[in-house]
């Protein structure tokens, strides 16, 4: 398999997240960016990659974005398909990992949990980058409507993954929105018990585990301090 190659922005980098970085949010640790799902799947699956960091600095210089297709990374290299669009990438890699459902009709499936996992991290990552707290109280509310999906279809399914029998890019997805809610608020998981064996046995999966408690993952921002 070629070896792929992931070039993007650290969140600091971004503008919002100089924004953020400025207001009351300032902390060492930022919120995840949206490319760590493709990071997650690749050192799950033992995928061998190199990561390459642009710097605002490199970004401004001009050619690096005049070379990029849309003008903006995340940029994925696998051999000598280059791709552009964080969702692209991310389906690219599933298929290509093998973790996109046994057919069509499980793709579909990991399709749907995919986006409504993305509307979840949407919502995280903007109330991650708002200047205060106001947001919080009112987030963790709606918390048990948005994942009792999750909740109610992982009890019902017999095979301990969302969709199939097997892990796909659904579970990357949901795996890591876990981890980040556990940061912000510990006991969040109380009220979803399939969820919270389901993150157990996830992240004891030896290659996940490894990364999970690596310096690399540790050092990657999940929720600053402040919003903890
Ligand atoms: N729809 C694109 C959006 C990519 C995007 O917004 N990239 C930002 C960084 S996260 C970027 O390259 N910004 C620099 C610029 O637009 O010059 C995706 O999902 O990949």
Same mark, same amino acid.
Not at 40 to 64: R, S
Not at 131 to 151: A, I, N, Q, R, S
């Given at each position: 398999?070629?070896?792929?190659?992931?070039?993007?922005?650290?969140?600091?980098?971004?503008?919002?997240?100089?924004?953020?970085?400025?207001?009351?949010?300032?902390?060492?640790?930022?919120?995840?960016?949206?490319?760590?799902?493709?990071?997650?799947?690749?050192?799950?699956?033992?995928?061998?990659?190199?990561?390459?960091?642009?710097?605002?600095?490199?970004?401004?210089?001009?050619?690096?974005?005049?070379?990029?297709?849309?003008?903006?990374?995340?940029?994925?290299?696998?051999?000598?398909?280059?791709?552009?669009?964080?969702?692209?990438?991310?389906?690219?890699?599933?298929?290509?990992?093998?973790?996109?459902?046994?057919?069509?009709?499980?793709?579909?499936?990991?399709?749907?949990?995919?986006?409504?996992?993305?509307?979840?991290?949407?919502?995280?990552?903007?109330?991650?980058?708002?200047?205060?707290?106001?947001? #919080?109280?009112?987030?963790?509310?709606?918390?048990?409507?948005?994942?009792?999906?999750?909740?109610?279809?992982?009890?019902?399914?017999?095979?301990?993954?969302?969709?199939?029998?097997?892990?796909?890019?659904?579970?990357?997805?949901?795996?890591?929105?876990?981890?980040?809610?556990?940061?912000?608020?510990?006991?969040?998981?109380?009220?979803?018990?399939?969820?919270?064996?389901?993150? #157990?046995?996830?992240?004891?999966?030896?290659?996940?585990?490894?990364?999970?408690?690596?310096?690399?993952?540790?050092?990657?921002?999940?929720?600053?301090?402040?919003?903890?």
């Amino acid at each position: 398999m070629a070896r792929f190659t992931l070039t993007y922005f650290p969140v600091q980098d971004t503008k919002r997240a100089a924004q953020a970085l400025k207001s009351e949010a300032k902390t060492s640790r930022s919120p995840p960016g949206r490319a760590e799902v493709i990071r997650l799947m690749l050192k799950d699956q033992g995928a061998d990659f190199d990561e390459k960091v642009v710097t605002m600095e490199m970004w401004k210089e001009g050619t690096l974005k005049a070379s990029c297709l849309f003008g903006q990374l995340p940029m994925f290299q696998d051999g000598d398909l280059t791709l552009y669009q964080t969702n692209a990438i991310r389906r690219h890699l599933a298929r290509k990992l093998g973790v996109y459902g046994k057919d069509q009709r499980e793709a579909a499936l990991i399709d749907m949990m995919d986006e409504a996992l993305q509307d979840i991290l949407n919502k995280f990552i903007k109330l991650m980058f708002e200047k205060d707290d106001t947001g #919080k109280e009112g987030y963790l509310k709606g918390l048990p409507k948005d994942f009792m999906p999750f909740e109610k279809t992982l009890s019902s399914n017999e095979g301990g993954f969302l969709v199939g029998n097997k892990i796909s890019l659904a579970d990357y997805a949901l795996v890591l929105l876990l981890i980040h809610h556990e940061v912000l608020s510990p006991t969040f998981l109380d009220a979803f018990p399939s969820l919270q064996d389901y993150l #157990k046995r996830m992240c004891a999966r030896p290659n996940l585990q490894a990364y999970h408690q690596s310096d690399e993952f540790k050092s990657r921002p999940i929720v600053p301090e402040k919003k903890a």
